[in-house]
């Protein structure tokens, strides 16, 4: 890329990457979503690709991160609003997203019935995610708020149909009177963070079975949606609500915004503190079982925790790699060092071992098999936890790959580097997931068996696998569920997790040369170095390479 400009010469600079459908370019997303029983899908999903591929997206993703939202309390008459202002960008991201069903699509109809529905909507969440992710809140609560939703008769007539709608409505208007909607929630207070038990906000039961709601939220998420799912102490406990934005005459409901909050990324998005003054609501589910009837709507939430940092992943080592191919650093292409391919390379087994995990973890969540069940029970957490820790050191290490330009924030991995960690802190942060991997593992032998038949299929295909497998086996058999060493117990099951994956997929030769360097990498007990590119084990890394980025 060269041309003039005044008394100079601009050239090595990398052109933009623009224009390049998201699916099509991804061997490994297309192969899992055919793995993971979504290759219905694969038409669709590559109409979706192209279309998020677009300069056009692109710049609307930096637009609505760069032009944030805007809380106005007060009309010009002075009355309370609490109203939030978006850019035209997010109004256009969210269109999008809602058109493609990414807030609902495995519940509709048509699609319930339907093997790997989950899956499909995954992908499609996944490539949503490269683009732009503060639009995921609402989206991502949304799709878990319909599960728990659905068992309530009166909220799935009243309130389901009209959420599964692919039409996205943003007038804050009463619910009865739009296309679509949006759900949000508000879990945590100012003294509990993630202890929700100690929240203080308490609900009133009134004559006619509903209840009003006192106190206040930390982070009330999204609160331009038309309805939110909250926890408040109730007679017997701590239970979980449904409280709508606007009451069935139209008048906001007694929700007051307090402030936005000022983030360090999800910027686009509206996050907020907010205080309850006899808010109306109903009581979803059994009362003083708040939590297990939230953590519904979480579990899904927490898939796309996964699911989102996978996709931001991608996003990182796409441009990584655009840039090594376009870039020369003394006298080379970025591409053709050898040290830079050692990078490059990890990176890529990095984002498809992410991949592959998230999609598989998704079918989980297609099938209400005994087996499936437990797995995702016990994979869900691990898979938030290990992902979304990387997703944090392979974001810093593709920006370091474009060095000063990637800092900046013309092109994307500033933005994708400041997101990254709200998904690890979202829905448990780190060390509450691994204590919840430890409890699903010690509460029955049904978990440790299914997780043990499910690593156990790729046994004898990798003789790091099989050390690390033999190696984990016995640290359960031996009670070694030790809190202390939770992190390292639950980056043991998903690494291994994330190995089976691979070698079950390899079908070709590129597959196998990314399985057997992900075992070699990971796996081996010199292998893995304490930062990308720094194994010393024998990779194929051309044949990584050439399988992480195919634009033809």
């Not at 998005?269 to 205080?275: D, G, K, Q, W």
């Not at 390292?488 to 597959?511: C, D, N, P």
Request: with cysteine; glycine share 10%.
């Amino acid at each position: 890329m060269e041309h003039a400009l005044g008394t100079h010469t601009i050239f090595n600079q990398t052109p933009p990457l623009r224009d390049y459908n998201l699916f099509a370019s991804d061997t490994a997303l297309q192969e899992a979503v055919t793995r993971e029983g979504a290759g219905w899908a694969a038409s669709e999903l590559h109409e979706a690709g192209a279309e998020l591929g677009t300069c056009t997206l692109y710049e609307h993703a930096r637009v609505a991160n760069r032009i944030t939202p805007v809380l106005h309390n007060f009309n010009a008459q002075g009355e309370r609003v609490d109203s939030i202002e978006f850019h035209p960008s997010w109004h256009a991201l969210m269109q999008g997203i809602i058109s493609r069903g990414y807030h609902s699509s495995p519940w509709t109809s048509g699609d319930t019935a339907r093997s790997g529905a989950h899956a499909a909507r995954a992908a499609g969440y996944f490539m949503q995610a490269q683009i732009e992710s503060g639009t995921l809140c609402p989206t991502t609560m949304t799709y878990g708020a319909i599960a728990a939703l659905r068992r309530d008769p009166t909220l799935a007539r009243e309130w389901v149909q009209r959420l599964l709608t692919r039409e996205y409505d943003a007038r804050d208007i009463r619910f009865e009177d739009k296309r679509g909607g949006l759900i949000g929630m508000g879990m945590t207070e100012k003294q509990g963070g993630s202890d929700v038990r100690a929240n203080t906000t308490r609900a009133q039961r009134s004559t006619d079975g509903s209840y009003r709601l006192t106190g206040h939220k930390w982070f009330f998420s999204a609160p331009q949606c038309d309805a939110h799912l909250v926890l408040a102490q109730s007679g017997t406990g701590l239970s979980c609500f449904f409280m709508p934005r606007r009451l069935p005459d139209g008048t906001l409901n007694g929700i007051y915004i307090q402030r936005l909050k000022d983030k360090l990324g999800n910027r686009s998005n509206a996050s907020s503190e907010v205080e309850f003054i006899d808010a109306w609501a109903t009581l979803l589910g059994e009362e003083g079982r708040g939590i297990p009837t939230i953590l519904e709507m979480g579990t899904f939430t927490r898939l796309d925790c996964c699911t989102g940092s996978a996709g931001m992943m991608r996003q990182a080592v796409v441009q990584a790699l655009h840039h090594a191919q376009h870039r020369k650093a003394f006298g080379s292409l970025l591409i053709e060092q050898p040290l830079m391919r050692s990078v490059l390379a990890d990176l890529a087994l990095e984002s498809e071992a992410a991949t592959a995990l998230s999609l598989r973890l998704a079918r989980a969540f297609d099938s209400e098999r005994p087996e499936e069940i437990a797995l995702r029970r016990a994979l869900t957490s691990a898979a938030k936890f290990w992902v979304c820790k990387r997703g944090c050191e392979l974001a810093a290490e593709a920006m370091e790959v474009l060095g000063g330009n990637g800092y900046t924030e013309e092109l994307p991995l500033a933005r994708v580097a400041r997101e990254m960690p709200v998904n690890s802190i979202w829905e448990g942060s780190g060390n509450i997931m691994c204590l919840d991997v430890l409890r699903a593992f010690g509460r029955s032998h049904v978990t440790r068996d299914v997780v043990l038949h499910e690593l156990f299929r790729a046994r004898g295909h990798h003789r790091h696998y099989d050390a690390a497998l033999e190696r984990f086996a016995a640290g359960i058999d031996a009670g070694g569920l030790n809190e202390a060493h939770a992190r390292r117990f639950t980056q043991s099951f998903v690494t291994l997790m994330q190995a089976q994956l691979l070698i079950a997929g390899a079908t070709g030769a590129s597959s196998r040369a990314s399985a057997e360097a992900f075992c070699a990498t990971r796996l081996g007990e010199n292998g893995w170095g304490a930062v990308f590119g720094a194994s010393d084990a024998q990779l194929d890394i051309s044949a990584i390479l050439t399988r992480a980025w195919d634009r033809n």
